[in-house]
T-cell receptor
């Protein structure tokens, strides 16, 4: 069956360090992969999209890599801050009915940045 | 500023009641989605719609139905609420035909007693 795996254990890091979150998948051939941030009691907020032919994407302190051979994406936050503490979701995007593209979400990894 | 709104932030209903959750988006998006989110299980797709009056089942449609009579509005209906439908319900929307981010509403925390 199709599976998306993100670390279920929270990632605790010290302020200023680089946080690295992992998303592994099986039985998918996604053309796109997205990362979202979710704060407690709120809906997810989109961060980055990466295409299968892109190895890396950056946005300010964020960097995403996408390795279709390893079936893995890594999400990095450099110079992390306590305000980066949240749950981060990866989503694999596949075509669906009506010309739509549907993301399937992982369960998310909680990041806690300590001052 | 783009917006997805949901009719209630918190809702308490009794077992057997019919429950309506409403979602409105102001971005003229073709696609709209309903998810539920439970601890340890993540976001699971209930239904989505890619046009007015069109609907497609997601991963967990049992016990739910949907209605999309207008482009901006997508309703989730629990015909006879049960305690195992206690959850956080999230609505989202995005454009069709291109890969774009989803915009999520704030969520409705539904408790069925």
């Amino acid at each position: 069956s199709q599976k998306i795996e993100q670390n279920s254990e929270a990632l605790n890091i010290q302020e200023g360090k680089t946080a690295t979150l992992t998303c592994n998948y099986t039985n998918y051939s996604p053309a796109y992969l997205q990362w979202y941030r979710q704060d407690p009691g709120r809906g997810p907020v989109f961060l980055l999209l990466i295409r299968e032919n892109e190895k890396e994407k950056r946005k300010e302190r964020l960097k995403v890599t996408f390795d279709t051979t390893l079936k893995q994406s890594l999400f990095h936050i450099t110079a992390s801050q306590p305000a980066d503490s949240a749950t981060y979701l990866c989503a694999l995007v596949v075509p669906a009915s009506g010309g739509s593209y549907i993301p399937t979400f992982g369960r998310g990894t909680s990041l806690i940045v300590h001052p | 500023d783009v917006k997805v709104t949901q009719s209630s932030r918190y809702l308490v209903k009794r077992t057997g009641e019919k429950v309506f959750l409403e979602c409105v988006q102001d971005m003229d998006h073709e696609n709209m989605f309903w998810y539920r989110q439970d601890p340890g299980l993540g976001l699971r797709l209930i239904y989505f719609s890619y046009d007015v009056k069109m609907k497609e089942k997601g991963d967990i449609p049992e016990g739910y139905s949907v209605s999309r009579e207008k482009k901006e509005r997508f309703s989730l209906i629990l015909e006879s609420a049960s305690t195992n439908q206690t959850s956080m319900y999230l609505c989202a929307s995005n454009e069709r035909d291109v890969v774009r981010e989803q915009y999520f509403g704030p969520g409705t925390r539904l408790t069925v007693t």
